[in-house]
């Protein structure tokens, strides 16, 4: 699912729906921490994972996003994965 960054905080309340997992992309750094922080507070604090990537790395590494979308977390119950 696609949500535009305007609706994002209104559609993770209305649907309280468990998205897994959460990808929050785009060139914008900031804009990409201010929604990353944003959605961390609607989840349990202690139990969401922050994982960061490169657009350079995942050109260079293709399955690196697949495998860590595909893994497990043996600490946090949810997973968000930031790419810039």
């Given at each position: 699912?696609?949500?535009k960054e305007n609706q994002?905080?209104?559609k993770f309340?209305?649907?309280k729906t468990n998205y897994s997992p959460i990808l929050i992309y785009g060139p914008n750094e900031g804009l990409v921490r201010e929604n990353f922080?944003?959605?961390k507070k609607i989840f349990n604090q202690n139990s969401t994972e922050?994982?960061?990537f490169s657009g350079k790395l995942i050109n260079e590494q293709p399955g690196i996003l697949i495998d860590e979308i595909q893994t497990v977390s043996m600490f946090n119950e949810q997973k968000i994965i930031i790419t810039i």
């Open positions: 699912m696609l949500i994002i905080l209104q309340k209305d649907q922080l944003k959605i922050e994982v960061n």
